[in-house]
């Protein structure tokens, strides 16, 4: 009786020795997942803040430039890809493409000595910058978030308990292809 009540013992010692660093690390990949997503959404309310923005400085503009319709068109365009983005990558996308049409809507900007005097839009200007300070900072917190869990999810023991229990890596916040090259801008407003 004493060697069998031993053994249960010594089985129960044995599974609790397993099982506890098991759900440990099952728990610390729930807490790393969260993590992500909250990062991710810090990124999302910039992104949403910025496009709120953007109607505002499009107004305010298309009052100075009349005839500057492609560029706000432009900004209409990728503003929606924007806030129609469903993963990472489309949204990184959008992002590049509105940032290239904000960069060319600046230049034209540049024409129009008195939209650049206009209060309204030296607010809204300020405002953007800031937004885009903030967009950068969420970035590079989620960017950092995901190689935590990304190496959670590679390295061993937690390879095992990501494979038992579906964690799969998740995707960086990549910029657009192309996104390397400054956009073109024509000072002479001759050509597109």
Same mark, same amino acid.
């Not at 432009?74 to 129609?84: C, E, F, H, K, M």
């Not at 869990?149 to 095992?160: D, E, L, S, T």
């Given at each position: 009786?004493?060697?069998?009540?031993?053994?249960?013992?010594?089985?129960?010692?044995?599974?609790?020795?397993?099982?506890?660093?098991?759900?440990?690390?099952?728990?610390?990949?729930?807490?790393?997942?969260?993590?992500?997503?909250?990062?991710?959404?810090?990124?999302?309310?910039?992104?949403?803040?910025?496009?709120?923005?953007?109607?505002?400085?499009?107004?305010?503009?298309?009052?100075?430039?009349?005839?500057?319709?492609?560029?706000?068109?432009?900004?209409?365009?990728?503003?929606?890809?924007?806030?129609?983005?469903?993963?990472?990558?489309?949204?990184?996308?959008?992002? #590049?493409?509105?940032?290239? #049409?904000?960069?060319?809507?600046?230049?034209?900007?540049?024409?129009?000595?008195?939209?650049?005097?206009?209060?309204?839009?030296?607010?809204?200007?300020?405002?953007?910058?800031?937004?885009?300070?903030?967009?950068?900072?969420?970035?590079?917190?989620?960017?950092?978030?995901?190689?935590?869990?990304?190496?959670?999810?590679?390295?061993?023991?937690?390879?095992?308990?990501?494979?038992?229990?579906?964690?799969?890596?998740?995707?960086?916040?990549?910029?657009?292809?192309?996104?390397?090259? #400054?956009?073109?801008?024509?000072?002479?407003?001759?050509?597109?």
């Amino acid at each position: 009786m004493r060697k069998g009540l031993g053994a249960i013992i010594g089985v129960l010692v044995i599974l609790a020795l397993v099982l506890v660093p098991l759900l440990g690390s099952y728990n610390g990949f729930v807490n790393a997942e969260e993590d992500v997503e909250q990062k991710y959404s810090q990124i999302e309310n910039q992104l949403q803040r910025r496009a709120d923005l953007i109607p505002n400085l499009v107004n305010t503009v298309k009052g100075y430039a009349k005839h500057e319709d492609k560029v706000l068109g432009d900004i209409a365009d990728a503003r929606s890809r924007l806030i129609g983005a469903n993963t990472v990558q489309e949204q990184a996308d959008a992002d #590049a493409s509105l940032s290239n #049409a904000l960069s060319r809507l600046l230049v034209i900007s540049e024409n129009y000595p008195e939209l650049k005097a206009d209060k309204q839009f030296t607010q809204l200007m300020d405002e953007l910058a800031g937004t885009e300070n903030r967009i950068a900072v969420a970035r590079k917190d989620y960017n950092d978030q995901v190689t935590i869990y990304n190496k959670k999810v590679r390295q061993f023991p937690g390879r095992i308990v990501a494979s038992v229990f579906d964690f799969e890596k998740k995707e960086y916040f990549k910029a657009a292809a192309g996104a390397e090259e #400054a956009p073109d801008v024509d000072f002479e407003g001759n050509g597109e």
